[in-house]
T-cell receptor, first 112, second 114 residues
Framework: SQKIEQNSEALNIQEGKTATLTCNYT??????LQWYRQDPGRGPVFLLL?????KEKRKERLKVTFDTTLKQSLFHITASQPADSATYLCALRNTGGFKTIFGAGTRLFVKA | GAGVSQSPSNKVTEKGKDVELRCDPI?????LYWYRQSLGQGLEFLIY????????KSGLPSDRFSAERTGGSVSTLTIQRTQQEDSAVYLC????????????FGPGTRLTVL
């Protein structure tokens, strides 16, 4: 069955360091991969989208890579700040429809 | 304009009762999604509406769950004969409707079934 795996353990890093979050998937050939941020008690907020034919996408301090051979995406936050502390969700969508599959998310804590 | 809104924000009900959850999408958005998020879990797709097309109901967990979208705008998710395992946060999202478009989420409705 289709499966998305994100590290269930929280990631704790020091302010100023680069945070790297991983999203792995199996039994799926996504056309698009998205990353969302979710704060406690709120709905997810879209951050970045990367297409299957793109290797890397950047937006300010954020960088996403997409390796369709490894079936993996990496999400990087450079120069991390305490305000970056949140849960980050990976989401996949194929070309066959609009159904989006989300991972369970990884909790990030950035310490000052 | 305003974002996606959902009501109520919290709902506590007794097992066996019916509940209705409401979603007001962003004006002009043709696509609307419902998801369920249980504690520590990812978002579980429930149903998708796009314009006047037949909805994709493939994620509804049982026939106790149904949803409608009136006039291409407001949507209501109905859960009949609620069970304790229905307790979760129910999230609604809307989008412009393109295949690679961004989904804008509401704050969710936290449903607790006693």
């Amino acid at each position: 069955s289709q499966k998305i795996e994100q590290n269930s353990e929280a990631l704790n890093i020091q302010e100023g360091k680069t945070a790297t979050l991983t999203c792995n998937y199996t039994n799926y050939s996504p056309a698009y991969l998205q990353w969302y941020r979710q704060d406690p008690g709120r709905g997810p907020v879209f951050l970045l989208l990367i297409r299957e034919n793109e290797k890397e996408k950047r937006k300010e301090r954020l960088k996403v890579t997409f390796d369709t051979t490894l079936k993996q995406s990496l999400f990087h936050i450079t120069a991390s700040q305490p305000a970056d502390s949140a849960t980050y969700l990976c989401a996949l969508r194929n070309t066959g429809g609009f159904k989006t599959i989300f991972g369970a998310g990884t909790r990030l804590f950035v310490k000052a | 304009g305003a974002g996606v809104s959902q009501s109520p924000s919290n709902k506590v009900t007794e097992k066996g009762k019916d509940v209705e959850l409401r979603c007001d999408p962003i004006s002009g958005h043709t696509a609307l999604y419902w998801y369920r998020q249980s504690l520590g879990q990812g978002l579980e797709f429930l149903i998708y509406f796009q314009g006047n097309s037949a909805p994709d109901k493939s994620g509804l967990p049982s026939d106790r769950f149904s949803a409608e979208r009136t006039g291409g705008s407001v949507s209501t998710l109905t859960i009949q004969r609620t069970q304790q395992e229905d307790s979760a946060v129910y999230l609604c999202a809307s989008s412009m409707g393109g295949i690679a478009d961004t989904q804008y989420f509401g704050p969710g409705t936290r449903l607790t079934v006693l």
